[in-house]
């Protein structure tokens, strides 16, 4: 897959763009005040596949728990602000790797302006994020509704201004909770700027139907090339969203670490509870890093053959199964071992 040119950039300990791997981020949900909680919550997003967390940064005393939670913590920490400026300039001052802002809320060129100089200062990227939900007033009106045309005009404007004031340490991104809308706006602004693309569809909903609709926005930019850095927006966990940006990115093959689980969708040829058996192996392999396919198949019809591609797999039966590896069965295993005698071969895989 053949990715679009952008420049790199680098975020903390992290280089997106400029031919370096899709980064996933996520969002922390804790109150930033509550530093023990969002610490925590920070070490599991790391655990699980996160590259970079966002934190949301409402008031100064947010800001300056950056400062600890910086310490604490391995993960570069992007600062969320919206509407006040100076929190910006207060997280740059705490540690704060990156700074997002939506430009159609901030206020003013002045203030603009004073977030851009201290990012000089400390050597911080700037993400704008265009919103649909939130453009400047005179583009809303001349478009009437935040369609991707306002969105692209809206970013165009704020890359010259930031241009103009000599940064170009920037990030962009352009969401909306329309899925055809967000992916007309990327491909439209990746032609005309060679800037880092954060992906992503905002306020996409629950697990179920965010899950749905981000495979889709973000697969359909990564499949044309668009994107350094994605996050999916769910209304739950933030680990799901890392866990969900990591099943989408390995189906394209830009992921490759951790174990890649295929399984049939049963039918009335089953004669086990294969649900089950896919549901215990799953959890259990989240834990395992190692780079390899394995397949769960509930008959014959669907075993070796079908899943001949697959490093390690089973066709379960009604009281026995096979085990085999790359389409040669290796083994006849007792029902009752399905789950113990696969996650062996998996741990013991080289």
């Not at 019809?301 to 490093?311: F, I, L, R, S, Y």
Request: aromatic share 6%; hydrophobic share 40%; proline share 3%.
């Amino acid at each position: 897959m053949k990715r679009k040119n952008t420049k790199s950039i680098k975020i903390g300990s992290v280089s997106i763009g400029g031919g370096y791997p899709v980064a996933i981020q996520s969002m922390t949900k804790t109150k930033t005040l509550d530093i023990k909680n969002t610490i925590k919550q920070i070490k599991r997003l790391k655990k699980a596949g996160c590259d970079i967390v966002r934190c949301a940064i409402p008031d100064t005393g947010s800001a300056k728990a950056l400062k600890t939670i910086k310490k604490e913590t391995n993960i570069p920490v992007v600062a969320d602000i919206h509407f006040n400026y100076k929190l910006a300039i207060n997280a740059m001052e705490n540690g704060a790797d990156k700074i997002r802002i939506n430009p159609g809320n901030i206020g003013s060129e002045k203030h603009l302006k004073e977030i851009i100089k201290k990012a000089k200062e400390f050597n911080i990227p700037i993400r704008i994020g265009i919103n649909s939900g939130s453009l400047e007033k005179d583009i809303l009106s001349k478009y009437g509704y935040p369609s991707s045309e306002a969105m692209i005009e809206s970013a165009k404007r704020n890359i010259d201004f930031f241009e103009s004031e000599g940064f170009f340490q920037i990030i962009i991104s352009l969401k909306s909770s329309d899925v055809q809308t967000t992916i007309n706006a990327y491909r439209e602004i990746s032609e005309v700027v060679d800037y880092p693309l954060h992906i992503g569809i905002t306020e996409a909903g629950t697990p179920f139907r965010g899950t749905i609709k981000s495979s889709i926005g973000i697969g359909a930019l990564l499949l044309d090339g668009i994107g350094d850095t994605i996050r999916v927006s769910l209304t739950g966990d933030p680990v799901k969203e890392v866990l969900v940006a990591k099943e989408i990115m390995r189906s394209l093959h830009l992921y490759n670490k951790g174990v890649d689980l295929i399984s049939c969708p049963t039918c009335g040829r089953i004669e086990v509870d294969l649900i089950k058996i896919v549901s215990v192996v799953e959890k259990k392999i989240s834990k395992i890093d190692k780079q390899l396919k394995v397949a769960i198949m509930g008959c014959v019809v669907n075993g070796p053959g079908e899943a001949k591609d697959a490093d390690i797999g089973i066709a379960c039966g009604k009281g026995f199964g096979l085990l085999f590896k790359k389409g040669k069965i290796i083994e006849k295993i007792k029902e009752n071992n399905f789950i113990d005698r696969l996650i062996k071969e998996i741990e013991n895989w080289h």
